[in-house]
């Protein structure tokens, strides 16, 4: 969209707020949002904002940073405000008071890895399977509790998210979001969305975009949702299934008619970058210290460094699909991730192994889950980190993934990761109360 066809639209669907969006390092939505009278201005890149508040941005000595709109991402909220009034939004790159990229940026992070594909003539399709809980709210306080006790693929009366679930869709097609399918999950009170593969960048935006929209309906219906990967022990937690392809010229490059499994020499580097560089970008596609209390045996979640054609339990799955929809399914990462931190670190892993032509080894078609140590160490199947400490530690190690952040998110990240490391492990939890108090 031009700047013209913006302001028009605005003014003759009487758009009276405007939302400047971005988000920090960890992932978090922000947005400083204005009246209609500064519309022309925000469309200018001229908005400013104090980037000492916000997560991993700049210090206080160095705070001012501009707003620059990308202006495909307009879209009207299809709600309206308290007062009635209609409210769009414009995700925004970080820029410095020069102009210059901020290199603190996430969306710029993406880019940079967009660009080096482009390079190779190649550009990554993604599409998530985003998985998250609906709860009960109790005096505007979230609970675990679930409203249903539905489990894989119900229906009501049963699962008594199906209305909400629907509403999210609707809501979702509305801003241009494709939906490609919705359903009960595992769990009571889990539910999936299937968004349809697009551009990297495209689909970064929509991730938020779509968590945005989940929490925000969902408040509307008098619930809770959360992409909390574990809430509750002992039921499967939620993930954000990646399905990755590449194209050039309009052709899937992963597609070899001719060639074992019908994949590519292109296709398995990449998938043997994604699994030589797993280990090493774990921290990012799986950034909390409740994202390894999901990735354990027993739930499905992968934990070994492998791929498969016909079966869950490796990390990489490649789906059966071929022609156009050949692809990969990356099985590890969670919705609580930064999505463009998260897409740049596996498009990257994914060029090195078609630079470096890394041989992914063949396929693991046995349950992994209920392989021995001594079956999973003959077939080389390494393991994802157990915690959040060991995934930094990897992720310190990994230099094309440090240089594929950039030194200043790889720094606040790995700061603000470690702090919160250092805050979990300092506290007592009730499990340690319950079993060592009456003991010793």
């Known amino acids: 969209m031009t700047k013209a066809q913006i302001l028009e639209r605005a003014e003759r669907e009487q758009v009276k707020f405007l939302r400047l969006q971005f988000t920090d390092i960890l992932g978090t939505i922000k947005n400083v949002e204005i009246p209609n009278r500064q519309f022309e ?21 160095e705070s001012d940073m501009y707003l620059k ?21 414009l995700i925004c790159d970080i820029a410095n008071p020069d102009g210059t990229p901020f290199a603190g940026c996430p969306r710029t992070a993406l880019k940079r890895v967009i660009a080096m594909a482009h390079a190779r003539g ?29 489990s894989y693929f119900d229906l009501s009366p049963v699962d008594q998210g199906e209305d909400v679930r629907r509403e999210i869709v609707l809501a979702l097609e509305a801003m241009g979001v494709h939906v490609d399918a919705a359903h009960h999950e595992i769990a009571p009170g889990q539910h999936e969305i299937d968004l349809r593969a697009d551009h990297a ?52 490059v992963f597609l070899d008619p001719a060639a074992p499994m019908q994949l590519s020499r292109t296709c398995l580097s990449y998938l043997g970058g994604i699994l030589r560089h797993a280990k090493g970008f774990c921290a990012i596609t799986n950034p ?18 492998a791929w498969s054609e016909k079966n869950r339990s490796p990390l990489v799955r490649v789906p059966a699909a071929r022609g156009m929809s050949t692809r990969i ?18 498009l990257r892993a994914g060029l090195d192994g078609i630079e470096k032509n890394i041989d992914p080894g063949p396929p693991i078609n046995k349950n992994i889950f209920t392989m021995s140590h001594r079956e999973r160490r003959h077939l080389r199947i390494d393991e994802l980190p157990g915690n959040l400490s060991e995934a930094l530690d990897e992720l310190e190690k990994d ?13 606040h990240f790995l700061a603000a990761k470690r702090e919160e490391w250092h805050d979990y492990i300092r506290h007592v939890s009730p499990w340690e109360v319950d079993r060592y108090l009456g003991v010793y």
Not at 41 to 61: C, K, N, P, Q, T
Not at 73 to 83: A, D, K, N
């Open 41 to 61: 201005e925000a469309l200018d890149g001229h908005v400013m904002f104090d980037g000492s508040s916000i997560e991993g941005f700049v210090r206080v000595e």
């Open 69 to 89: 709109p990308d202006l495909d991402t307009f879209l009207i909220y299809p709600w309206s405000g308290s007062s009635g009034e209609k409210v769009a939004r």
């Open 122 to 150: 190649l550009t990554m399709h993604a599409g998530p399977e985003v998985e998250f809980f609906l709860f009960q709210s109790r005096n505007g306080r979230p609970t675990t509790e679930s409203h249903d006790a539905a």
């Open 201 to 252: 960048l495209t689909t970064a935006d929509t991730i938020s975009t779509f968590r945005f929209v989940v929490k925000n309906v969902a408040i509307r219906n008098g619930l809770h949702a959360t992409f909390m990967p574990k809430p509750i022990y002992g039921i499967a937690g939620s993930g954000m299934h990646t399905h990755m392809s590449l194209f050039s010229e309009g052709h899937n």
């Open 288 to 305: 909390l210290v409740n994202s390894y209390k999901r990735l354990v045996p027993g739930y499905e979640a992968p934990t070994a460094v």
């Open 329 to 346: 399914e990356l099985r590890m990462p969670d919705a609580s991730c930064n999505p463009y931190l998260a897409l740049a670190v596996m």
């Open 399 to 411: 230099d094309l993934v440090k240089d594929t952040l950039g030194d200043h998110i790889f720094e």
